[in-house]
C-alpha cells in the first residue's frame, strides 16, 4: 500500500516540501520530458490551489496540484488537476493512482478536468475522465483535454 497522501495550501507548506515537489516536477517535465514551457506559472500560490504528494526517505516521490478556476474551463469544471508526476523511481507502484483518488475524492462530486499527456489517456479514463477536442501541443508534448462529470 502507498504511503499517507498529504494535502496541503501553499500558506500550510513548510520550504522543504516545497523543495521537495518542486524538484520533481522540475525533473520530471524538464529535465526528462524537456518539456518546453514555464514550470512555474504563479498558480501554485493561489489561496484555492491544494497541493497533494506523496513522500518517501528520499523527498517526494508523486506530486499532483488541484487548481480552482472561477471561469470553468469546460463545462461546469472549475477544478483542473495538474502537474501529476512521479519520480521514475517509483513508477508503476499505484502512487499516481492514490493521489487521484484522493483528489477526486476531496472534490466532494464537483466536475473536474485535466490537460492529459497522450500516452496516459488511458489512465483517467480510469478514473471517469472522458476526452474531448482535439489533440493539441501543450509544452512541446501532445496533449488531450480531458472531462470528469461532477
Known amino acids: 500500500m502507498p504511503e499517507s497522501v498529504v494535502v496541503k495550501s501553499w500558506d500550510e507548506l513548510t520550504l522543504a516540501e516545497l523543495y521537495d515537489f518542486l524538484k520533481l516536477r522540475t525533473?520530471?517535465?524538464?529535465?526528462?520530458?524537456?518539456?518546453?514551457?514555464?514550470?512555474?506559472?504563479?498558480r501554485d500560490a493561489e489561496p484555492t490551489t491544494r497541493h497533494l504528494w506523496i513522500s518517501d526517505d528520499r523527498g517526494c516521490a508523486a506530486y499532483l496540484r488541484v487548481l480552482w478556476n472561477e471561469q470553468p474551463e469546460h463545462r461546469d469544471a472549475h477544478l483542473v488537476i495538474g502537474r501529476v508526476a512521479t519520480r521514475a523511481d517509483r513508477r508503476g507502484e499505484g502512487l499516481t493512482r492514490a493521489l487521484m483518488e484522493r483528489a477526486i475524492e476531496d472534490a466532494a462530486g464537483a466536475a473536474i478536468m485535466l490537460h492529459a499527456q497522450d500516452y496516459v489517456v488511458g489512465l483517467y479514463a480510469r478514473f471517469g475522465f472522458e476526452p474531448f477536442g482535439e489533440l493539441y501541443d501543450e509544452a512541446g508534448i501532445p496533449h488531450r483535454s480531458m472531462y470528469r462529470a461532477g
Open 27 to 42: 525533473d520530471v517535465f524538464m529535465l526528462e520530458q524537456k518539456a518546453d514551457d514555464e514550470e512555474m506559472d504563479g
